[in-house]
């Protein structure tokens, strides 16, 4: 859990703005896996945060979804099963947690300032065959382009 709502806001405005980039837009155009990947983030967001993507970000009532989902996980969590954790704290009370030694490496990070979405893109399979569409789609758009032209000049 973060240490109030305003860091999470903060946090979770980065991400949409990452993931709602034009070029985002633009590849949603030409690959099948991209468009549902976004009917899928429309549909988990609009449940999660109340949020239409593509619209602009509404923060009181992202922040209110935000609270209602913590009250609801405190409410109804059994306690012994619950550990409310803030990813700053490190290993310590995850490890108390689960009753398992602290490693002697550091505690991994892996999405500040929404870095996420650009690991993704080099190494998840399904941002990979997004990728591949897109590409494949601009290869046959510049070859339909070039054959035109051939056809018209010939």
Known sequence: MRENED????SFKRQVK????WINKIKMMF???TYKFY?????QFKIAYGYDIGTKLNETLCKLYYRRHNAHVL???PKKQLLV???????DPLCQFLGQPVPGT???????NASITNEQM??????????FETKMSYFVILFLIVAVIFYQLW
């Open 18 to 21: 990452v993931n709602e980039s």
């Open 85 to 91: 954790f803030n990813i700053k704290d490190g290993w």
């Open 31 to 33: 690959s099948y896996t």
């Open 122 to 131: 080099k190494t998840n399979a399904t941002f990979l065959q997004m990728q």
């Open 7 to 10: 860091i999470w806001y903060g």
């Open 39 to 43: 009917l899928y983030s429309k549909m």
């Open 106 to 112: 550091p505690f991994p990070h892996k999405n500040k």
């Open 75 to 77: 409410q109804n969590a």
